[in-house]
């Protein structure tokens, strides 16, 4: 009875265990039709399931299926998806210069990697360029006016998709800003229609060459962007000055003018005084003539 009892307490504790553990599930089959459930008390952070046939006699045969825990970052399913930072190829003598290279002379992915460089280290208004065969993003420096007045720069991304989707993404911050957005989102579309077209995959994805276009295509247009905002800021600013000088030299020409009234004044005033002893020494001629 003791037995039965020490038993049953062993077989309630093992299930427990079994039920709380956080370890792979073992499933055990056989002639014997034995099955059990075990836990595994590894420090590691696996996850997994396992399967053995089991055989009796001096020979048998298993098989075994398991899965890790994605925790260690690691992910099967890369792309040829490659960001380049203006920070990492600034200082490198080794990449060539952009008016040595074209967008339409890249036929693989080495000769991608390189034109990409090339765009990013030859601008410095070009923050970041990304490419992959469903993406192409540029970053790119824009003129925007905090609170519509004190003028600034943003880097400024514009993205497009394998399925023809462009967007322009500026700094969450950018409502406190005036900026030109929907004269970029103008020129990109107007940029990239050409290359979309011209360029479309039956597979639905990007080739190297369509990508280093594309990156000629969106940087192109943030330039043209940019470089119309600058000198709008520009003109602007020497109309303000043209004014400005107008008016000062108006204010001058005043007051010339009312310094020469006063100067004229001041003669007819001196003038009446000598007027008036003509006049009186006249009045006393005639006087004497009685």
């Given at each position: 009875?003791?037995k039965k009892?020490?038993?049953?307490?062993?077989?309630l504790?093992?299930?427990?265990l079994a039920?709380?553990?956080?370890?792979s599930?073992i499933?055990v089959?056989?002639?014997t039709?034995?099955?059990?459930n075990?836990s595994l008390g590894?420090?590691?952070n696996?996850?997994?399931s396992a399967?053995?046939?089991v055989?009796?006699g001096?020979g048998?045969s298993s098989?075994?299926?398991?899965a890790?825990?994605?925790?260690?970052?690691v992910?099967a399913?890369v792309?040829?998806?490659?960001?380049?930072?203006?920070?990492?190829v600034?200082?490198?003598?080794s990449?060539?210069?952009?008016?040595?290279?074209s967008?339409?002379?890249v036929s693989s992915?080495?000769?991608?990697a390189?034109y990409a460089?090339?765009v990013?280290k030859s601008?410095d208004?070009?923050?970041s360029?990304?490419?992959?065969?469903?993406?192409?993003?540029?970053?790119?420096?824009?003129?925007a006016?905090?609170?519509?007045?004190i003028?600034?720069?943003?880097?400024t991304e514009a993205?497009?998709?394998?399925d023809?989707?462009?967007s322009?993404?500026?700094?969450?911050y950018?409502f406190?800003?005036?900026?030109?957005k929907?004269s970029?989102?103008?020129r990109?579309?107007?940029?990239?229609s050409a290359?979309?077209g011209a360029?479309?995959?039956?597979?639905?994805s990007?080739n190297?060459?369509t990508?280093?276009m594309?990156?000629?295509s969106?940087?192109s247009?943030?330039?043209?962007?940019?470089?119309?905002?600058?000198?709008?800021?520009?003109?602007?600013?020497?109309?303000a000055?043209?004014a400005?000088?107008?008016t000062?030299?108006s204010t001058?020409?005043?007051?010339?003018?009312?310094?020469?009234?006063a100067?004229?004044?001041?003669?007819v005033?001196?003038?009446v005084?000598k007027?008036?002893?003509?006049?009186s020494a006249s009045a006393t001629?005639?006087v004497?003539?009685?």
């Amino acid at each position: 009875m003791l037995k039965k009892i020490i038993s049953l307490v062993v077989a309630l504790g093992v299930s427990a265990l079994a039920a709380s553990a956080y370890a792979s599930t073992i499933s055990v089959g056989g002639q014997t039709g034995v099955s059990a459930n075990t836990s595994l008390g590894s420090q590691a952070n696996v996850s997994g399931s396992a399967t053995a046939n089991v055989q009796t006699g001096t020979g048998a045969s298993s098989s075994v299926a398991s899965a890790t825990d994605a925790n260690t970052g690691v992910n099967a399913n890369v792309g040829s998806d490659n960001t380049i930072l203006h920070t990492d190829v600034a200082n490198d003598a080794s990449i060539p210069l952009l008016s040595s290279v074209s967008s339409a002379d890249v036929s693989s992915d080495a000769a991608l990697a390189t034109y990409a460089k090339a765009v990013v280290k030859s601008d410095d208004n070009v923050g970041s360029v990304a490419t992959g065969p469903d993406h192409v993003a540029v970053t790119y420096k824009q003129r925007a006016w905090l609170f519509g007045f004190i003028p600034t720069t943003v880097n400024t991304e514009a993205d497009v998709t394998s399925d023809g989707k462009v967007s322009v993404h500026y700094p969450w911050y950018a409502f406190l800003m005036k900026t030109t957005k929907s004269s970029l989102e103008n020129r990109i579309h107007a940029s990239l229609s050409a290359d979309m077209g011209a360029n479309a995959n039956a597979s639905g994805s990007f080739n190297a060459r369509t990508e280093a276009m594309l990156v000629s295509s969106l940087r192109s247009a943030f330039k043209a962007n940019l470089d119309a905002d600058t000198n709008a800021s520009a003109a602007a600013s020497t109309n303000a000055s043209a004014a400005t000088n107008a008016t000062v030299h108006s204010t001058g020409n005043v007051t010339g003018a009312v310094n020469s009234n006063a100067n004229s004044n001041s003669s007819v005033h001196a003038n009446v005084p000598k007027a008036r002893a003509t006049g009186s020494a006249s009045a006393t001629g005639n006087v004497s003539s009685y």
